[in-house]
């Protein structure tokens, strides 16, 4: 038994090493956010797996419901297109029918390469109801005033781009 649990540990810490290496290589790739955001980012998706959202969260997702731009399976709360960016920034919004409750939330370049690349979980909601998502403190670093497009999508099991919601945004200029 004591062999059990030490290979599921051992098991445990490769999991973890191999995720953390994806995280820095997708940072150092993207050079978009600090690692300061990152971890702030990181606690926060931890803390919305566990399904347990305290009284201010629910208040500030039900404050504005009105959707900014939709699909049939993904309505945007916030931000609004073509508005001004600043930086952190969050998206907020709501989702049915994802399989497995994720959605991919990127920024991607006019030259279509990925600024921002991250992940929320859809909190609530099934396949005929809407639950809810949101990432706050989304940070990044632009340098030029180019015009960029926030999509958010469910990725199927074949890692096709599922129910793809894109909306143009401009970005507030870090110096």
């Known amino acids: 038994m004591q062999r059990y649990w030490i290979a599921a540990a051992v098991l445990l810490i490769i999991f973890v090493a191999v995720f953390m290496n994806r995280q820095e290589s997708s940072q ?3 050079g978009a956010k600090t690692a300061e955001n990152s971890e702030v ?12 959202s305290t009284a201010d969260e629910d208040a500030a997702m039900e404050e504005s419901r009105e959707a900014v731009a ?18 952190p920034f969050t998206v907020r919004g709501e989702a ?4 497995g409750s994720v959605l991919t939330i990127r920024i991607v370049n006019k030259d279509k390469s990925i600024a921002i690349n991250e992940t929320a979980r859809v909190r609530g909601g099934d396949e005929k109801t809407f639950g809810t998502f949101e990432i706050k403190s ?5 340098t030029s005033a180019e015009e960029k497009t926030l999509e958010i999508f469910a990725v199927g099991q074949n890692g096709e781009e599922l129910y793809k919601l894109s909306v143009p945004l401009r970005f507030t200029l870090t110096e």
Do not use: H, T
């Open 28 to 30: 150092k790739e993207n």
């Open 41 to 52: 980012m990181k606690s926060e998706e931890q803390a919305g797996e566990d399904d347990e």
């Open 70 to 87: 939709s699909n049939e399976n993904i309505v945007l709360l916030e931000p609004a297109p073509d508005s001004l960016v600043p930086s």
């Open 96 to 99: 049915r029918g994802i399989q």
């Open 138 to 142: 989304l940070a990044y670093v632009f």
